[in-house]
């Protein structure tokens, strides 16, 4: 013990500073922070079709970045987010439709169903090793998917719709929507990046590229998954509430919809897992290619599927990936430089 | 009576489900793969066939002597062009190749056969029952039953006796060890994953006569397999047909307690048997 501190004081240690932000970091959180007021003031500049479309790729950035924090750093596939999309988005309409709570604080209070179900659900879950953990969860969503369509609270099989948004003019609605919209974004692009940053986001980092050696290292493995699954259960429960408070009706197979499992799966694996610019990039090819391609139907999703199917097996790092390897020049870094001010 | 009536339909049922998660357990058990598209798999052989018995006018034999070898070779090369690039530790590459694979299965089939439900014409067997005691039961489900049981005790033996299925084995409880015995793990993943496969052929005969089959239907049959495999307790053949009986009783008692309710019923037996016994019914804690 005493050489090992001898040598310590012996050898000062050089005065560096640690530098976390890069020229392309900069620039990217200045356009990052633009694009978020416009979306806060869309009401100003688009119109309601435009807010609508604008409002859906928020919620696939939402949702696949929930999705990216899940199976990119926690090493948790889930293919049953949507249970907690639906969850939330039933909440709302209870709360609001039959309870006749205002809409607006609606939306916050249903966050808390998804929370709540999510601890229970961690506990029985997280007992299936790797690919059966994934069919669970969409065991789960079918769960509360006929649960739905059996329980007379939120109208069986037959749905409900959200009557009271009525009272309010289509220019209030717009401007809570777009509200809603950018505060959706901040949650969930920018919680999770400051998570990243975080002392957390060493240990998620850590854990993603080796869950037993980070285990060994200090960090509580299983109690960072629990709680990245239960930030992600309430991210896409405000993905969909968000969106079924903007769709106005909802019912058990639009709430539990496995389609959006296959967006989240897509739009991350294409644009690159494991990093927020993979889910940036791969939201605007999937918001395109739905907007170009989705008449096309079933031919359009055999073409989807197979790009998945080839990503998985030849490009696992998605698009970003084969651009990163290339310039070096993140749009949201996280790592940290070590640079001596002497030199 | 009518209880014991919903049991004997349980069982009934369950023998088909059996016939979806040999090949399931087979898999996980010698590769921890599990393949999203099993059950687009069982959906994909049961259109050809019926697509086949239209064209040809073939019996449900013939169709079952075609569908079998068909299944084989698709088990042999899934493995050989998607499985044995994603096999590994990592769990995630093989889950979303298959997932993409599945997806875009589905949404083939929609192309070539539409939404429509189909079935395959039995020439009569499966209307036919007999009266036992009271109980009708049907003739079909008998046969699938007795099909899913020889099935079992089939590849039960073949893992036991045969230098396939202690290939198989040795595979399954260390890759490396068994390859410096000169095993080739990758030629043994794929015999496994045709096995797998092929099984699904007799599911797809079987599937289409008893009820009907439509592209979107692979998703339950997919669910259906993995609950009865983790109700019996992983890497055992029995234990995958025995949670299979469990998940065909559940949901026969179910469907008798409410319509609504039958497939509920099973989802909740398998969250019940994942609470309190998370390594199955039959594994080794």
Redesign the interface.
């Known amino acids: 013990m005493t050489a090992i501190s001898d040598a310590a004081t012996a050898i000062p240690a050089p005065a560096v500073t640690v530098r976390r932000q890069t020229n392309s970091g900069r620039i990217a959180m200045t356009l990052a922070i633009v694009a978020l007021v416009a979306v806060a003031v869309m009401p100003w500049w688009a119109s309601t079709g435009t807010i609508r479309m604008i409002l859906e790729l928020c919620c696939y950035i939402a949702v696949a970045q929930m999705w990216n924090l899940l ?1 990119g750093y926690a ?1 948790l ?1 889930s ?1 049953g987010q949507q249970a907690f999309m639906g969850a939330a988005g039933y909440a709302l309409f209870v709360l609001a439709q039959t309870f006749g709570i205002n809409p607006f604080l609606a939306v916050l209070l249903s966050l808390i169903v998804p929370a709540v179900l999510a601890v229970p659900l961690y506990f ?2 997280h ?6 953990f ?3 969860t ?3 969503a ?2 509360f998917r ?2 739905a ?2 329980l007379p609270l939120v109208n069986s099989g037959a749905g409900m719709s959200l009557r009271v948004m009525s009272q309010y003019s289509a220019f209030e609605r717009n401007v809570a929507m777009s509200l809603l919209c950018a505060f959706m974004l901040l949650v969930t692009l920018g919680g999770s990046y400051w998570l990243l940053r975080s002392r957390f986001g060493l240990a998620l980092i850590a854990m993603r590229d080796n869950p037993v050696a980070a285990a060994s290292q200090g960090v509580d493995v299983s109690r960072l998954r629990f709680l990245v699954y239960v930030a992600a259960a309430v991210g896409c429960g405000l993905a969909g509430a968000v969106y079924f408070m903007a769709q106005l009706r909802i019912n058990p197979p639009s709430a539990f919809d ?1 389609m959006w499992a ?1 967006v989240a ?1 897509f739009i991350v ?1 294409i644009g690159g ?1 494991g990093s927020i610019e993979g889910v940036l990039i791969g939201s605007l090819i999937f918001f395109i290619a739905d907007r170009w391609f989705g008449e096309y ?3 359009y ?13 030849y490009a ?1 790092t998605g698009i970003w990936g084969l651009l990163s390897r290339r310039f070096d020049a993140p749009w949201f870094p996280f790592r940290r430089f070590l640079v001596d001010p002497n030199r | 009576m009518q209880w014991f009536d919903a049991l004997v339909q349980g069982i009934l049922l369950g023998g088909m489900y059996a016939q979806y998660a040999l090949g399931m357990a087979l898999m996980f058990g010698v590769m921890r793969i599990v393949n999203i598209s099993h059950g687009d798999l069982v959906i994909l052989l049961s259109l050809i066939g019926i697509s086949m018995a239209t064209a040809w006018g073939l019996g449900p034999l013939a169709v079952l002597a075609i569908l079998v070898p068909l299944g084989l070779f698709m088990g042999w090369l899934l493995q050989k062009a998607v499985l044995n690039k994603v096999v590994g530790s990592d769990p995630l590459p093989s889950l979303i190749a298959t997932f993409g694979l599945s997806i875009a299965l589905q949404n083939l089939m929609l192309q070539i056969w539409s939404a429509n439900s189909r079935s395959l014409p039995g020439g009569g067997i499966e209307s036919r029952s007999v009266d036992i005691g009271g109980i009708y039961i049907g003739l079909l489900p008998v046969i699938v039953l007795v099909v899913a049981i020889a099935l079992t005790w089939g590849l039960d033996l073949m893992l036991k006796k045969t230098r396939f299925g202690r290939a198989l084995r040795a595979a399954a409880a260390d890759v490396e060890a068994a390859a410096m015995t000169g095993i080739n793990p990758r030629a043994v993943y794929a015999l496994a994953t045709a096995v797998a496969v092929g099984i699904l052929g007799f599911a797809a005969v079987f599937q289409s006569l008893r009820s009907t089959v439509a592209p979107a239907d692979g998703a339950a049959q997919l669910i259906y397999a993995f609950e009865a495999v983790i109700i019996g307790g992983m890497g055992s053949v029995w234990g995958a047909f025995i949670g299979s009986m469990v998940l065909g009783i559940s949901q026969g008692i179910g469907f008798r307690i409410d319509p609504g309710f039958g497939v509920l019923a099973g989802h909740l037996v398998f969250l019940i048997v994942l609470a309190t016994r998370p390594q199955g019914l039959f594994g080794k804690a």
């Open positions: 199976a090493g596939v293919v029985l879950l007992r299936l090793d790797g690919p059966y994934s069919i669970g969409w065991v789960v079918e769960v006929l649960v369509s059996n496995p296959n799966i694996m897992i139907g079933a031919t999703f055999v073409v989807l599927g197979l790009m998945t199917l080839l990503v998985a097996l696992r």
